[in-house]
């Protein structure tokens, strides 16, 4: 792709935005994005500022039989960009919250904490994941297994409607009665069809949770692991938590007493009244003399000190595997690769409570697979060359016997093999995915995100 190319004087003409070839002025910055362990290096660049920009640019691609990839924030960065075309969204920002119907219309370049703040003012909230800096709309499509999930289920089941530009530069506006095929593929299907421009999503009514922190020294990890285990047979499904064992950064944006430490940490948002919290929590807190304790009544506007999650980009891996149960086996076996008396390299070992209303598919369907597990296990590793394997994949390799074979698609990297995709959905939903695919974008020009692969026989 070169200056010459006549294509380029043209789209750039098209376009409102930022057209950035290599070696132009603001190239870098715009293709950077929050997991710095993918160095993009696109062909052309575009800033796109609305849905013209975007059915421009996906038309200059399919011109060219090139690769299209988006980015919001570059949070969950599926794969690194050699050549074809990058739309970066972050200029997109439009957000109008509408209390009378609970809902809120956000454009692609939207974080979350944008939408939880203007949500706030009507007593209302996002579906929201633990970073409030990742791009709302991918997330979203990607499933979302947020703070609030086990109360109210998947982001995703709460799209109630979605504008996307598909493989032939054509905007569509989708919802239950209008494309209902593929209003049902892009909720749980992320970026495989099309590139949303914006999503109107169901808010709930929490304006305060309680919640925040449980952190133990490591040392206590078999006992609140234990403790934890047993606990989330019996909690009921307004108890939201996850236990993590987080090796800390010497980082000053840390507070002191963690700073630099080995900690195990039961991350809690209750949406009940706090007296019944304080009741439910009783049993954790007794688990082990904690650290910190900062698990209290909040406004629902400071969700992101719950976990914490790194503000600044730096390079990392994901690995995930849902569980189908947590057993005493299944936590001697976290504890053997990550536990106290090891020298475990990874930042985070998390297991998510799941069910509740994750079980619960909206009335119309959707996309999004793994109803049926009971815990999710995230691992994320410092980015950079990989042992092979990591200490994350012998992890998950050793909770295979505890897996119900499905992962979870946001938490999947760049290492993420097709059947992984697979496994994020159920085997008729992944079939009919691949149908859908080879419909709406049949020469796989959304091939850069977590790739669902066309059905081959398009007859």
């Known amino acids: 792709m070169h200056h010459t190319d006549t294509g380029i004087t043209t789209l750039a003409g098209e376009v409102r935005g930022p057209v950035l070839l290599p070696g132009d002025a603001g190239y870098d910055a715009e293709r950077r994005g929050f997991n710095t362990l993918h160095d993009h290096r696109p062909d052309v660049i575009v800033g796109s500022t609305g849905v013209r920009d975007i059915a421009a640019a996906v038309r200059f691609a399919a011109d060219r039989g090139l690769p299209v990839a988006v980015q919001a924030t570059g949070h969950g960065a599926a794969m690194p960009l050699r050549g074809g075309v990058l739309v970066s969204t972050r200029r997109m920002t439009g957000l109008r919250v509408d209390p009378e119907r609970a809902s809120a219309r956000i454009e692609a ?4 904490e944008q939408v939880i703040h203007e949500a706030a003012a009507y ?26 999930a086990r109360s109210f289920g998947y982001a995703a089941d709460h799209v109630r ?9 054509v905007p569509l506006q989708v919802n239950a009665d209008n494309h209902p095929d593929l209003f049902w593929a892009l909720r749980g299907g992320k970026g495989n069809f099309g590139i949303a421009t914006s999503i109107e999503i169901g808010l709930v009514p929490v304006s305060r949770v309680y919640g925040g922190t449980l952190s133990f020294p490591g040392r206590s990890a078999p006992q609140v692991l234990r403790a934890w285990s047993e606990w989330t047979r019996h909690v009921p499904d307004r108890m939201n938590s996850s236990v993590a064992l987080v090796r800390l950064p010497d980082d000053p944006d840390i507070r002191a007493e963690l700073r630099g430490r080995f900690l195990i940490q039961v991350r809690i948002a209750f949406t009940g009244p706090s007296g019944e919290g304080e009741g439910l929590v009783a049993p954790l807190r007794s688990a082990a003399p904690t650290l910190v304790d900062t698990v209290a ?13 790194p503000t ?7 690995r995930t595997l849902m569980l189908g149960a947590l057993d005493e086996g299944a936590i001697d076996t976290v504890l053997a690769v990550a536990g106290p008396d090891t020298d ?32 999710c296990l995230l691992t994320v590793a410092p980015g950079g060359p990989r042992q092979s394997p990591g200490e994350d994949d012998l992890l998950l390799d050793k909770m295979t016997g505890w897996s119900t074979g499905g992962r979870y698609l946001n938490f999947l990297d760049a290492s993420a093999t097709p059947d992984q995709v697979r496994s994020a959905f159920t085997e008729p939903a992944y079939a009919r995915l691949s149908a859908l695919k080879a419909a709406y974008d049949p020469d796989n020009l959304f091939r850069l995100d977590h790739t669902i692969q066309p059905t081959a026989d398009r007859g």
Do not use: K, Q
Request: glycine residues 16%; hydrophobic residues 35%.
């Open 109 to 112: 370049g939207v974080r979350w």
């Open 123 to 148: 007593g209302l909230a996002p579906l929201n994941g633990s970073s409030p800096l990742v791009g709302a709309v991918s997330y979203t499509l990607g499933g979302g297994l947020g703070v609030l």
């Open 161 to 169: 409607a979605i504008d996307v530009v598909t493989a032939d530069g």
């Open 297 to 309: 009544e909040m406004p629902y506007t400071d969700v992101a000190s719950i976990h914490a999650d």
């Open 312 to 318: 600044r980009p730096y390079s990392y891996h994901e």
């Open 344 to 375: 475990c390299g990874l930042g985070l070992v998390e297991l998510r409570h799941l069910g509740g209303a994750l079980r619960t598919p909206p009335p119309e369907g959707s996309a999004v697979g793994n109803r049926d597990a009971a815990y």
